[in-house]
Nanobody, 123 residues
């Protein structure tokens, strides 16, 4: 069982930055691909970014490329999402997920989810 706890959300003005963190309970953290997803009110949850076990490879949704960066620290069992140049349409609850298999994009089942952290971007 893996427990994931997100933090770092909040209210920010458009153009600002936030850094989300997701701390994992598992001592086997380095054996999981880690992803970030988001869900805006009235919309389905959508893929944002994913990082491979070692952190060498990362993949992003088109709408965040060049603005968001996913990274991980396996020594601290934590994955991060650095969000720059935030837009009002980035407002959503952001979730992290852990998977034994790398899954890029939408439409997959995921092994473990966090409880989410709210990000609100004002115009």
């Amino acid at each position: 069982q893996v427990q994931l706890v997100e933090s770092g959300g909040g209210l920010v003005q458009a153009g600002g930055s936030l850094r989300l963190s997701c701390a994992a309970s598992a001592r086997t953290f380095s054996t999981y691909a880690m992803g970030w997803f988001r869900q805006a009110p009235g919309k389905e949850r959508e893929f944002v970014a994913v990082i491979t076990l070692s952190g060498v490879n990362t993949y992003y949704a088109d709408f965040v490329k060049g603005r968001f960066t996913i990274s991980r620290d396996n020594a601290k069992n934590t994955v991060f999402l650095q969000m720059n140049s935030l837009k009002p349409e980035d407002t959503a609850v952001y979730y992290c997920a852990a998977d034994k298999r790398l899954r890029v994009g939408n439409g997959y089942e995921h092994d473990y989810w966090g409880q989410g952290t709210q990000v609100t971007v004002s115009s």
